[in-house]
């Protein structure tokens, strides 16, 4: 099957955070700079896999206060119809990105065991 951009014209991550949906449910948000360097807001779906790839092991606390950049690393977002491919360029965007999927994690776990 023929995938198409989950985040049309996305090209840089900014910054990755969890939010409460108007009903209470657990959403992933992603902002994104494209190429012409405007900033835009995108929610992932709720089936999307989320992957970070990089070269290496993320760098110390006192690196990455210095903002050492990320040469090189990306994180995938994927589902069976579309496919988005963002560039991450330093090391607390990286660490957000993983603190947000943590939180998403537990707080959709959290919403099913309420739902039983």
Same mark, same amino acid.
Request: glycine share 6%.
């Given at each position: ?5 989950? #985040?049309?014209?996305?090209? @840089? =991550?900014?910054?990755?955070? &969890?939010? *409460?949906?108007?009903?209470? +449910?657990?959403? *992933?948000? @992603? ?5 012409? #360097? +405007? =900033? ?11 992957? =970070?790839?990089?070269? +290496? /092991?993320? /760098?110390?606390? $006192?690196?990455?206060?210095? %903002? #050492? /950049?990320?040469? %090189?690393?990306?994180?995938? #977002? ?7 491919? &963002? ?7 990286? +660490?957000?990105? &993983? $603190?947000? &999927? ?15």
């Amino acid at each position: 099957m023929k995938t198409h951009p989950m #985040f049309p014209g996305a090209a @840089v =991550l900014s910054a990755c955070a &969890l939010m *409460l949906e108007g009903d209470g +449910r657990p959403a *992933l948000y @992603v902002a994104a700079n494209s190429k012409t #360097f +405007r =900033l835009h807001l995108y929610r992932v779906p709720e089936d999307a896999r989320v992957s =970070l790839e990089a070269p +290496r /092991p993320l /760098p110390t606390a $006192e690196a990455e206060r210095r %903002g #050492f /950049p990320m040469k %090189g690393s990306r994180v995938i #977002f994927e589902t069976d119809r579309a496919r988005t491919v &963002l560039t991450v360029n330093t090391v607390s965007v990286a +660490r957000e990105l &993983l $603190e947000a &999927l943590e939180a998403y994690r537990q707080a959709v776990r959290q919403t099913a065991q309420g739902a039983a």
